[in-house]
């Protein structure tokens, strides 16, 4: 059976932007490999979720994936924790960490502890704590990045962040968002981490350190975007395919491997705009006899949006766009079943995700294909797909396979 | 009002095919009166179920009639039963049934008798036995097909078959699908019948003149897609259609019997690559004023691509396609309604039916045309339908004649 190659660029879909002559970012560049493939292809527009929805990066590839985000998702803390390399069990609830500095009276000064060059010290400490009985896991991450886990009984997602925000305001007490039992208690277990966190961090000699070189102290933990570690069936187990996952950032990294994919690991593949997209792609397809599913994920075009930069953004897709000379002759020969999408929308203009669809196209082995032979917002308008949505993106790909179970008889 | 003529062509779609050029057989096919209709009429791509699912002939069909297989949908049997000629009960089980051959170690020797001539003898056996309170209705089909059906209380459909579906392995033994009671009691009468009938079979004087002159023995009754009759609303209740259906196969006239549809019969029409189309249509001409609504079912698209024969589908197809010339005038003078499509993509390389969307017209009286003025899997792609469900086919045919129930006000 053909391997599905699914490469997903982040917030690949933009918006007409003035100083590209009212074009997008995707329609602008020079990118003939992306265009050969949509014309051998079938193109369409991709709703992630469905119609007016605006995704997260997190559940946008729940839903590509064709995990439901009603049910699969409860917080995005989870899958950035698992990118960690932390091994979550069911009932966990996980957050996203900084290290911060805060002054005597609790205001932040700085929300990443001037980019401290490594928290695995602080990890340490924390890690293994106990509180009110649940356990605490800490994980070391890029720079300030800590990645927390409390594990215990009853614990609830449904809590507020510490993490103000923003600086020169005072941290925050983490407050239940539901009458529930269960919320109460569990933002006191972080409330008593925060204040013992503290103590610890404070007076450490890494800090006094620091603050003899004039650096801002990491004396504070911010968590935010708490979420509860779900049952997640498989991707073998729901789709009966051997999977892999290409990428450098952590959360997709962290969603891909509790749905059970293997990571795989390409160096320089860090997620950002220097990124090894050559070698992320030699691999998929070195991959590709063993692997029945090789998700590759590519960064940079979203964050090129979120600082908005679409001229930037179109820079990259050109460049990135040379790496998928290969890919072009394994569809052509219908080795492959290749599919190019983005997760969501990033408008560079407004810097933020929005609902508009995102092109994509499908090409290769059992591909019918369509007139549309550009890879672009508004050229796949016309494309044969029409207008899907993530739920049904993985069928498709099944049953070009032709391994989709039949209904009836 | 305009009679509606639904011509179904049973696994109308297909994929590009080497040996056509990267072609289908449909798009390849040289098919002026199709194309005309095509042209003069409304195109899109039909779902039968939904995007991803792949039918089986006969929910597509039941999903195309506008009766969703989720709640009017327990198995085949009834179907195939019902085509035989057998007036169902709601709560009978059903069952497709071949006579086979099996040796005294009850090994499948043959599955279908050597073809015997004829079933009706065996068929006059088996019917009105009655085992654990339960009657046994028996109807001869061609040569070695015989419908049999369970009538009694508490019968489940949740059992599995006794046909092994392949030669040199033993006939099974049924076994309940669930742990119900009512799974276990008729698996155990299906049982027994095979028992019984292996007792009055094997040691006929049929069986000893056949095998006196070296011809398998029809000794063994292989049972396979045990379903549930339900209670269906008829086609007049539910949409006050006067419906007729002409079709070769069984299971189609058994579907349309079940719907309430009167079985007209064509001579010559088998169901086969050279059954009587010509005669098909023009009866569903001659009935047109007579009926509101008139399936005609073509089986020979279906059967091959199943047989990997794609060059030979498109010779069909063009065969065919000559015989609408006279609905092309009516269609033309807008006094019918017509629509062709297919109940699924059946993939002639790959053998199998497959999810992919059949290319759908619907032509005549009401009908906002399109650009499109060919009818193929691709050129459909820019119909003005877009994508559409088997659960709205009809709801759009009767509203093409100005019916529709009016919602609000």
Redesign the interface.
């Known amino acids: 059976m053909k391997p599905i190659i699914l490469v997903i660029f982040d917030g690949l879909g933009d918006r007409p932007i003035k100083a590209l002559n009212f074009q997008t970012p995707l329609e602008a560049a020079k990118k003939p490999n992306l265009d050969k493939l949509a014309e051998v292809g079938i193109t369409g527009l991709l709703h992630t979720i469905e119609r007016g929805v605006r995704p997260g990066s997190d559940v946008a590839h729940l839903a590509i994936l064709g995990y439901n985000p009603k049910f699969y998702y409860a917080g995005r803390g989870p899958f950035e924790a698992s990118g960690y390399g932390i091994q979550l069990q069911e009932g966990d609830v996980a957050f996203r960490g900084n290290l911060g500095t805060v002054d005597k009276n609790f205001i932040v000064i700085d929300r990443r502890a001037g980019r401290i060059e490594s928290s695995e010290v602080f990890a340490e400490l924390i890690n293994g704590l106990e509180i009110d009985e649940v356990k605490i896991i800490a994980r070391a991450g890029l720079n300030h990045r800590i990645a927390i886990v409390l594990r215990g009984n009853n614990l609830s997602e449904k809590i507020s962040d510490t993490d103000p925000h923003v600086v020169d305001h005072p941290v925050k007490k983490s407050y239940p968002l539901t009458e529930d039992n269960n919320s109460k208690s569990t933002a006191l277990v972080v409330n008593k981490l925060s204040d013992k966190v503290y103590r610890l961090f404070n007076k450490h000699p890494i800090n006094k350190e620091r603050e003899k070189k004039g650096l801002p102290v990491a004396n504070y933990l911010l968590l935010r975007g708490a979420g509860k570690m779900l049952k997640y069936e498989s991707f073998l187990e729901k789709y009966n395919l051997k999977a892999a996952c290409i990428a450098g950032a952590g959360l997709y990294k962290g969603i891909a491997k509790i749905l059970g994919m293997e990571i795989i690991e390409v160096e320089g593949a860090t997620g950002k705009i220097d990124s090894n997209i050559k070698g992320k792609i030699k691999k998929a397809i070195d991959l590709s006899p063993a692997y029945d599913f090789i998700f590759v994920h590519i960064k940079a075009t979203d964050s090129l949006s979120e600082d908005g930069e679409p001229i930037q953004k179109k820079i990259f897709i050109e460049k990135t766009d040379q790496f998928f000379t290969p890919l072009v002759s394994l569809v052509k020969n219908r080795e492959i079943i290749l599919t190019v999408t983005g997760d969501h929308t990033t408008a560079s203009d407004l810097k933020i995700h929005t609902a508009d669809e995102v092109p994509i196209f499908v090409a290769g082995f059992?591909?019918?294909?369509?007139?549309v032979n550009k890879f672009g917002e508004r050229s796949c308008q016309?494309?044969?797909l029409?207008?899907?949505e993530g739920a049904?993106l993985i069928?498709?790909l099944?049953?070009l396979r032709?391994e989709?179970?039949?209904?009836?008889?």
């Open positions: 059992g591909v019918r294909t369509d007139k016309n494309g044969g029409g207008h899907i049904n069928d498709f099944i049953n032709g989709t179970k039949l209904y009836g008889n």
